[in-house]
């Protein structure tokens, strides 16, 4: 169990920690920091503990003078950038008292990170539902859209959590990749594994043909036309970027993915050219009831051949 905050949750954001080592170079727990945030305004981050904004755990201040060592552990709010809104909203699809489950938009990212604070999942729902103790059980790219579930507890979160961790969760996407040159298809279904490690400060995992598998995914037909194929997924394992990676070792790289097979310039967001991922369906026996319970998308991909009904139909299992 992670530490609990001495702050809470303020405008759907929880407080960031940060380890402070206790012995180093620096003379003061600040110097660490202005050093470690070396893109921000010095005198600016000391006002902050000067305001008392930078705490310990039991919620005192730590002043601009405390010495290194003093404090391992401190608590502040992000100071929120100027956000150009994501023009995407949520959708609820379920909510009890243990659960929520939404359909996520592209571009939106799950938790807050990076440039992305209030324009988040986690942040937005929320301040929708008026619950600081919403947390996400698993969670999706930003590039991705489709199911994400959230618990509402504290008390109940880790019996949903151990559900993932056990891979005692049925995932399905869908995604929708260029036609390969030549219009040559794989052979359908087939099982796909390789092994997949992310390295540190790289945007990109990386496959280690050397390695025993530790991705594996199930990947079926859905349709094709002169265009694009349209493929069913179901991954055994959860790997980073396990899905992108899978198709582009197939050469059916996912349409308008920067990432895979190439990486490409980084871009301001294109609205009009969504990542054609979909988590489709989340399908589980409830941890607590017992009840075996099944979400499905209502979004679908906008590059998908006409004439489909892909949520009705599944290439794999008949249903």
């Not at 929880?14 to 921000?40: D, K």
């Not at 799950?110 to 999942?121: E, I, M, R, Y």
């Not at 598998?213 to 055994?236: F, G, K, M, Q, Y």
């Amino acid at each position: 169990m992670g530490m609990p905050s001495p702050l809470p949750v303020r405008d759907g954001v929880g407080a960031t920690r940060l380890h402070v080592p206790l012995t180093g170079p620096w003379p003061t727990a600040a110097a660490y920091m202005v050093e470690r945030f070396f893109h921000m305004d010095p005198e600016r981050l000391l006002a902050r503990f000067d305001r008392g904004e930078i705490v310990r755990a039991d919620g005192s201040p730590v002043p601009r003078d405390a010495p290194l060592g003093s404090v391992e552990f401190v608590w502040y709010y992000r100071e929120p950038a100027v956000e150009t809104r994501i023009p995407f909203e949520i959708e609820v699809l379920h909510q009890d008292e243990h659960l929520v489950v939404v359909d996520k938009p592209h571009f939106l990212p799950t938790t807050p990170g990076g440039k992305f604070l209030q324009n988040s999942a986690l942040v937005r729902l929320r301040n929708l539902l008026d619950n600081p103790d919403l947390a996400p059980i698993h969670r999706l790219d930003r590039a991705t859209a489709g199911l994400l579930m959230f618990s509402t507890r504290p008390a109940t979160r880790g019996a949903y959590q151990l559900m993932f961790e056990n891979r005692q969760v049925q995932k399905v996407y869908e995604a929708v990749s260029a036609l390969p040159e030549g219009g040559e298809l794989p052979s359908f279904p087939l099982v796909y594994r390789n092994h997949i490690e992310k390295p540190r400060a790289q945007v990109r995992v990386q496959v280690d043909d050397t390695r025993e598998p530790n991705a594996e995914t199930l990947i079926a037909l859905i349709s094709s036309d002169d265009r694009v194929v349209h493929t069913l997924l179901r991954p055994h394992s959860g790997k980073m970027h396990q899905l992108r990676v899978h198709l582009a070792a197939l050469g059916i790289g996912i349409l308008n993915d920067r990432f895979y097979p190439e990486l490409l310039e980084d871009l301001p967001d294109d609205f009009d050219r969504p990542l054609q991922l979909l988590a489709r369906e989340l399908r589980f026996v409830d941890p607590l009831s017992g009840e075996e319970r099944v979400f499905t998308t209502r979004r679908t991909l906008q590059h998908a051949p006409a004439g489909e009904d892909p949520v009705s139909e599944d290439p794999v299992s008949g249903a």
